[in-house]
């Protein structure tokens, strides 16, 4: 089955830039997709197919993807971004989707 | 404005079963795709079960094959998840999420149901 991989903790001072990886073989060949989920709360998409923004979502969150990591951009970074982030892709292969582990972003 | 309200959680004996429901406002129900994503307790998201928007054909997890049936009825507006077998491991907060078909991404879900598996 098709694993994606993060780094379960992310931290960053306020105003610096946090990146957050999502590695998969060849993950550059799928669509990635990307959620926030602040404490208890339900995620909330904020980058798709790769490095689009759903309405509402700040320029500050942008997403790349190529070769074997998708990478998660978030500039100038706020209090308010301190969250989990998940990866997320559909596997054609098995026809299933599929979640990253999950990262935790802390703003020192 | 789009709206997801699941129901239908709460505690069930190993063994057990339970329907969950999820009613779908604000949008055009039979137009997307829909999906099951749960949460265990301090755990990640886990993708549980999608089904297309017309319901020909759905697409589930292996953990949940043969226990778990996802379906919806296009004239309620509403998504379900018929689990059987219940396990511990099935304890978790699941939500119902929309997407505009199968393989793209969840743009909207709701705040969940939480299942539990006790004895």
């Known amino acids: 089955s098709y694993v994606l991989t993060q780094p379960p903790s992310v931290s960053v001072a306020p105003g610096q830039t946090a990146r957050i990886t999502c590695g998969g073989n060849?993950?550059?060949?799928?669509?990635v997709h990307w959620y926030q989920q602040k404490a208890g709360q339900a995620p909330v998409l904020v980058v798709y197919d790769d490095s689009d923004r759903p309405s509402g979502i700040p320029e500050r969150f942008s997403g790349s993807n190529s070769g074997n990591t998708a990478t998660l951009t978030i500039s100038r970074v706020e209090a308010g971004d301190e969250a989990d982030y998940y990866c997320?892709?559909?596997?054609?292969?098995?026809?299933?989707?599929?979640f990253g582990g999950g990262t935790k972003l802390t703003v020192l | 404005e789009v709206r997801l309200l699941e129901s239908g959680g709460g505690v069930v004996q190993p063994g057990g079963s339970l329907r969950l429901s999820c009613a779908a406002s604000g949008f055009n129900f039979a137009n997307y795709a829909m999906s099951w994503v749960r949460q265990a307790p301090g755990k990640g998201l886990d993708w549980v079960s999608t089904i297309t928007p017309t319901g020909g054909r759905s697409y589930n997890a292996d953990s949940v094959k043969g226990r778990f049936s996802i379906s919806r009825d296009n004239s309620k507006n509403t998504l379900y998840l018929e689990m059987n077998s219940l396990t511990a491991e099935d304890t978790a907060v699941y939500y119902c999420?929309?997407?505009?078909?199968?393989?793209?991404?969840?743009?909207?879900w709701g705040q969940g149901t939480l299942v539990t598996v006790s004895s």
């Open positions: 999420a929309k997407g505009r078909l199968v393989v793209t991404s969840l743009e909207s």
């Open positions: 997320h892709v559909w596997d054609n292969s098995s026809d299933h989707g599929v």
């Open positions: 060849s993950i550059g060949r799928k669509r």
